[in-house]
């Protein structure tokens, strides 16, 4: 299991759904890996194609191996509104070090629901033997 930190660089997003009526969404982002979530700010007004421009990074342990990303639109006086989601395999990453800007299709209720464009840089760390938990 590769251990290091992974770099998850979040570009922007393509065809959401507009869920509001009156306004302009405010959608952000939550990347999950494994238990550890981070949120992006929200891209105000940007409607159904926001940019964020935005990088996290996660430490890389054992059993994570995916990510999570989901989109939410913020809402003032209601809850925020579900926009769509992705699953992301890390093992490219694992293996080649970094995968550019690439496309991925978020979908809601399994059907399609726009794309977003993420990055990944993943430095590993050499962990020895000793250092394993069994």
Known sequence: MPYGQLEVYVANARGLDDTNWLTDMNPYVVVTCRTEEKKSSTASGEGSDPEWNESFLFTITRGCDELHIKLM??????DDDFLGEATISLEEVFREGEVGSTSYQLYKDDEECGSIRLGLTFTRE?????DEDF
């Open 73 to 78: 639109d913020e809402n003032t006086f209601q």
């Open 126 to 130: 050499e962990r020895d033997e000793c």
